[in-house]
Nanobody, 123 residues
Framework: QVQLVESGGGSVQAGGSLTLSCAASGYTHSSNCMGWFRQAPGKEREGVASIYTGGGTTYYADSVKGRFTISQDNAKNTLYLQMNSLKPEDTAMYYC????????????????WGQGTQVTVSS
């Protein structure tokens, strides 16, 4: 099985920056992509960014384009999310996830999840 552990969350003022990390362990070779999702109270969990583990191709939600950067360190088996110019609407629990297999179209394709790390952005 795959285990994912997020870290790096915290509280920051609007316009500030945070970097989230996700350490992966276990057998991850079957996962074609990894991603970051977030969920605010009373809202659906939404995709933030994802990256194909083999080639590095990335996806970003429109709401974070130009502000967030997803990256990976394959040697360390770690996923990162650099978040700049943070806005109050970015406040949410952030989860890292790994796909079950080859498909990475949506949340249903991600079968492994971390416990989440809280990001709070104040105005």
């Amino acid at each position: 099985q795959v285990q994912l552990v997020e870290s790096g969350g915290g509280s920051v003022q609007a316009g500030g920056s945070l970097t989230l990390s996700c350490a992966a362990s276990g057998y991850t070779h079957s996962s074609n992509c990894m991603g970051w999702f977030r969920q605010a109270p009373g809202k659906e969990r939404e995709g933030v960014a994802s990256i194909y583990t083999g080639g590095g191709t990335t996806y970003y939600a429109d709401s974070v384009k130009g502000r967030f950067t997803i990256s990976q360190d394959n040697a360390k088996n770690t996923l990162y999310l650099q978040m700049n110019s943070l806005k109050p609407e970015d406040t949410a629990m952030y989860y890292c996830a790994a796909s079950y297999g080859a498909n990475c179209q949506g949340i249903a394709d991600f079968g492994y999840w971390g416990q989440g790390t809280q990001v709070t952005v104040s105005s």
